[in-house]
């Protein structure tokens, strides 16, 4: 499948030049508009060795096959011609002899050209007026479908199928060239694997796989013959239709030229012509839209694998450029996706909250230094069908437009273009991360009433504001009284972390989140993140920003991973046709892309911080009695740290936790009209829906600590 220069000799066989001058004869009475002036001998001569004689065979468009992590499940693939490059070994026999009875008889005999045929042709064209005969070579139609596959533009493709006698001449001359250069063996390969055979079969391993769900190698007589049948007119013979006569005639008149050419017994024809069409139809799935029924929740996490290829400058320099190169690549693309953790993660998710609920629960689960996304699930249907979808629940828009539940391919769990949701309190570990890693000791105390005038001027609309200032309060009167990180952090006291945040500088808790992978993506966040505003965006602790669980399962991920911040990756290995992976200025596209944003010492501090909200107690200090989670330990059975979070009248409720194998992020939210309030009562839904996950996805495995921080950062 390497290109391929095909250069012209000075001389040509006699009996070539004959056939090629012939040729130009046949094409005149075939296309006489081309030829209205008449064509003679000498005139014939010149034209042939006017004709361009080069031909650059470029790689044929394939199938891009997209697999889970454990590379034998498919989750879909990608193509505009369904195609995919099998070498000739691995074809049945009887179809090599097939398309040969039904294309070109005499494909052994002639060196591109066949004189006989271009004789017989201009015969019959000559008498019947018309173009009833083409004499193409099996060698000349690849050529034509070569020509056709290469052309760069709308110009190049007229060229190379137009009816005239310019396109024929150059074909011939192509074709006896190409035969200079390849064996018969490999022009018949690169033929099978070029030809089309209807319902978006290209080549015959696509052939094989629609109509008879099988491989080519396994191809009967009759199926071969089928097949052979097929690419003279994909549409008229076709089997799949209501009435298989055609297709059957057809098929019985290739198995009957094998016969006359000995390629199989009559006996064995005979037999063949027998047998009746029997079809296992299958249609290859294109696109995240296709993923099957039975795996469509996978289609959210295809979605994001998209996306991600979208913005790989190794598969060009825009994403249009990206998304064809996805789908005629023929890539072998084995992701992250885990089938046991998405099905766990799945279900966890449905148990709570079903799919006909305008709220949306989702969860993301990512592995912890390397940034693999696990798992993406949310209670949807990944489907464009909205037209039995519920009433929006936006008043402004009800009525107009449908809602997204059940059915909604939207990005809802991240990696597209979608801003989020209000995180409300797992900001709180930006601000702990910013203040370790400046310095502060985890002992860092403050007397934390339940309100607390803050330095920070009041925004406009926000409530809560004094004299103005903002003044943020407690979500409890009983978290009132002095705290350190861990207790504050356990009991999620936002007067605590606003003094802290104040110690080190919003700005620095700002730059910590997207040290971690966060980014802004509405207006307002852009504005409050910039450089002369940050440092006065005091309630950017309690996750006024918006994020989405795929970038706070990562965020945690990096504490849990020892501070190592590693970009979210849907890709374990992407190898090209030819086996080889893919790289990028040398360097593999699906190695893992990571940093060290947070010294190891602060992301331990913060992960011993972060075990106090789950009931699994510090190991370096005081929890304080009691914690906003504490049932999380029990579920899941290990060590593990996280935070909840919910927003100003818990419009969203969130729940983040890791442990040193897996982070996990939850939340609940209507993504149509977040001003839409989930209640207090459906907050411990992210909570458990991330407990049990981690829970039923780590099953079995050893039980790992993290490790505690060393002493010189607790005071």
């Not at 996490?301 to 790989?312: E, P, R, T």
């Not at 860092?444 to 009041?458: C, G, H, I, N």
């Not at 730059?511 to 965006?537: V, Y």
Request: with cysteine.
């Amino acid at each position: 499948m390497m290109k391929r220069a095909l250069s012209a000799t000075s001389r040509m066989a006699p009996l070539v030049r004959a056939g090629l001058i012939a040729g130009v004869l046949v094409a005149a009475a075939a296309y006489p508009i081309a030829a209205a002036g008449g064509i003679g001998a000498k005139a014939a001569v010149d034209f042939v060795d006017d004709m361009p004689s080069v031909m650059e065979a470029t790689p044929q468009a394939q199938t891009t096959y997209v697999y889970a992590a454990d590379g034998k499940t498919l989750i879909t693939m990608f193509y505009e011609e369904h195609r995919k490059y099998v070498p000739i070994k691995q074809m049945s026999p009887y179809v090599q002899r097939a398309i040969v009875a039904s294309e070109d008889s005499r494909f052994y005999k002639h060196n591109g050209v066949d004189a006989k045929g271009v004789a017989r042709a201009f015969v019959a064209n000559h008498q019947g007026g018309a173009v009833e005969q083409g004499a193409s070579t099996l060698t000349m139609q690849y050529v034509r479908m070569a020509l056709r596959d290469s052309a760069k533009t709308p110009l190049e493709v007229q060229q190379a199928t137009e009816q005239t006698s310019a396109r024929k001449i150059r074909e011939m001359k192509l074709a006896v060239e190409l035969e200079k250069q390849i064996s018969k063996q490999e022009i018949l390969e690169r033929y099978l694997n070029a030809a089309y055979f209807g319902h978006r079969a290209y080549g015959v391993y696509a052939a094989a796989e629609i109509f008879f769900s099988k491989r080519p190698k396994d191809l009967t007589l009759a199926e071969a013959a089928m097949l052979a049948g097929l690419v003279k007119a994909p549409t008229d013979y076709d089997p799949a239709s209501q009435d298989k006569q055609a297709a059957t005639d057809r098929r019985n008149y290739v198995i009957d030229r094998m016969v006359a050419m000995k390629s199989v017994t009559p006996a064995q024809g005979e037999e063949a012509k027998e047998s009746p069409i029997n079809l296992r139809l299958t249609s290859p799935p294109n696109d995240c839209i296709s993923v099957t029924e039975r795996q469509n929740d996978w289609g959210f996490f295809c979605d994001y694998f998209k996306s991600w290829w979208n913005q790989q400058k190794a598969f060009g320099n825009n994403p249009q450029q990206r998304e064809d190169r996805l789908r005629r690549g023929g890539y072998r693309i084995v992701t992250t996706l885990d089938p046991k953790i998405q099905r766990v993660t799945l279900a966890n998710v449905l148990d709570k909250e079903e799919t006909d609920s305008r709220f949306a629960l989702g969860t993301v689960v990512i592995q912890p230094g390397n940034g693999h996304v696990k798992a993406m699930a949310v209670n949807r249907v990944y489907s464009l069908d909205q037209s039995q979808n519920g009433p929006h629940s936006d008043p402004a828009k009800r009525g107009k437009i449908k809602s997204n539940y059940p059915n909604t391919v939207v990005p809802l769990l991240g990696g597209g273009d979608m801003p989020g949701y209000q995180a409300g309190s797992t900001f709180k570990m930006f601000t702990m991360l910013a203040a370790l890693d400046a310095g502060l000791p985890m002992t860092t105390e403050f007397y934390s009433p339940y309100r607390l005038v803050s330095q920070y001027l009041a925004g406009d609309g926000e409530p809560g504001s004094c004299g103005g200032r903002w003044c943020p309060s407690n979500a409890s009167g009983a978290m009132t009284g002095r705290h350190a990180m861990w207790s504050g952090f356990g009991q999620s006291v936002n007067t605590y972390f606003v003094q802290l945040e104040q110690k080190v500088g919003a700005d620095k808790a700002v730059r910590m989140a997207e040290r971690l992978g966060l980014r802004w993506r509405t207006e307002m966040d852009k504005l409050q993140a910039s450089p002369a505003k940050a440092r006065g965006w005091g309630s950017f602790t309690l996750g006024v920003s918006d994020a989405t669980p795929l970038e706070m399962a990562n965020a945690y991920a990096t504490v849990a991973a020892d501070g190592k911040y590693c970009e979210t990756l849907p890709v374990m290995s992407i190898t090209d046709p030819d086996g080889s992976q893919v790289a990028y200025r040398g360097v593999d596209v699906a190695k893992p892309r990571c940093t060290q944003a947070v010294k190891p010492a602060a992301a331990r501090a913060a992960a011993d911080a972060a075990l106090c909200p789950t009931g699994s107690g510090a190991k370096r200090g005081s929890c304080g009695g009691w914690s906003t989670a504490t049932d999380v330990a029990g579920i899941v059975g290990r060590p593990v740290g996280g935070k909840t979070g919910t927003t100003d009248s818990t419009r969203a409720a969130w729940f983040v936790g890791m442990t040193p194998d897996l982070a996990a992020a939850s939340f609940l939210a209507d993504p149509d009209y977040p001003f839409n309030a989930v209640g207090d009562g459906q907050s411990l839904k992210p909570v458990h829906a991330v407990a049990e996950t981690l829970h039923d996805s780590l099953e079995g495995k050893p039980k790992r600590n993290f490790i505690p921080p060393p002493a010189s950062i607790l005071r």
